[in-house]
């Protein structure tokens, strides 16, 4: 049985008593030879109403308000909070001065002030919660005692929102033991659906990725130093994921951390801070300039003729001219030319007894 239907037979039950009653009372007032047509007619409409109308004042309502909050951050929330009861209690010191005026004053003007109190407070505080929860995070860590306790306030002080394929990539896990991702890692339910999907699929590759991300998902998790949060947080009237959360990023004023090319393109056209794991990973490779000597092992035949290709420890590919010779051999290759191309960096050289 559905609240709907349960708020549908109270509200009916209580029109009917209501109907009822105008019934009957009109008609002693005006027609009582037909008090029972007049107080089962009444009645009956009364039903009519409750049945009909009770869900507008009850639980849509209801539903509306629940679908507004879950969009809102906590923070927010937090902040319009104290707000109004910074505004009501400044309305509270205004009201009794203000009653003391003449009327209409003394009547209109208490009210006025309890509106214009609290609407000014719920916004001023949610336009300035960063500053606030800045001042107030400052002044939590002099005053603290516990270094390590301050260290995790400021750490829970900054959120991260992760997207499916980082997770299923299995880097994040990596690089947030190192600590260069200080804060809370938000997995918002409607990723943890989707992994859980194709954790489910029925092609053999899909179902082992989608195992793979709730492994790592699993690992951040049981790690006490990496601050993860499974959040109920959606965005109504949005089935696409990536749309979702570009969406959430904007509402909750954080960066998404993903390796989709696509992804990173439609946050950034919409103004949403990216964490591209890829680029970080270019940016960490070893940097290596035209005449130095690397040691690599050739394993496979290039495009071109006569080439060979091996991989640098960071997984930089090395493009080996005349290399296809020594497949399956270690040789000292002198560097050539360095590339860098949209899918990562790309070295070119010679065997070092060749180029002498």
């Not at 960063?130 to 306030?153: C, G, H, M, P």
């Not at 960096?345 to 007894?353: A, D, L, T, V, W």
Request: glycine letters at 8%; one cysteine or more.
């Amino acid at each position: 049985m559905s609240i709907h239907f349960i708020f549908r037979i109270i509200g009916m039950i209580f029109f009917g008593f209501i109907g009822g009653y105008i019934g009957n009372k009109f008609s002693l007032e005006n027609v009582p030879e037909q008090i029972q047509n007049y107080t089962v007619g009444f009645t009956l409409l009364g039903f009519l109403i409750g049945l009909i109308g009770t869900p507008y004042i009850s639980t849509f309502p209801m539903s509306y308000l629940k679908k507004l909050f879950s969009r809102i951050s906590a923070e927010t929330l937090l902040a319009g909070f104290v707000g109004l009861l910074a505004g009501l209690l400044i309305a509270a010191l205004l009201t009794f001065p203000l009653s003391l005026l003449p009327t209409p004053f003394g009547k209109v003007l208490p009210l006025l002030a309890v509106i214009i109190s609290a609407y000014i407070g719920i916004t001023l505080l949610i336009m300035r919660q960063n500053d606030i929860f800045y001042v107030l995070r400052n002044f939590y860590k002099t005053t603290e005692q516990s270094n390590a306790e301050a260290d995790s306030w400021i750490k829970s002080s900054r959120s991260i929102l992760l997207d499916t394929s980082v997770i299923i990539d299995g880097r994040v896990s990596d690089i947030a033991k190192t600590g260069f991702l200080p804060g809370t890692m938000i997995i918002p339910r409607f990723v943890l659906t989707e992994l859980q999907f194709i954790a489910d699929s029925s092609e053999s590759l899909r179902r082992q990725r989608g195992r793979r991300g709730m492994a790592v998902l699993t690992d951040l998790q049981k790690n006490p130093l990496i601050m993860v949060q499974i959040s109920d947080i959606d965005v109504e009237g949005v089935k696409e994921v990536d749309d979702k959360l570009v969406i959430l990023a904007k509402q909750l004023r954080c960066p998404v951390l993903t390796n989709d090319y696509n992804l990173n393109r439609i946050a950034e056209l919409q103004g949403v801070s990216i964490l591209n794991i890829n680029e970080l990973a270019n940016a960490v490779k070893s940097i290596v300039l035209p005449g130095e000597i690397l040691e690599i092992a050739i394993i496979q035949d290039g495009k071109e003729h006569n080439q060979g290709v091996g991989y640098m420890e960071d997984g930089t590919m090395v493009v080996v001219d005349g290399g296809n010779k020594y497949i399956g051999t270690t040789k000292l290759i002198g560097v050539t030319k360095v590339l860098q191309t949209a899918a990562g960096k790309m070295i070119f050289g010679k065997p070092e007894s060749e180029e002498q």
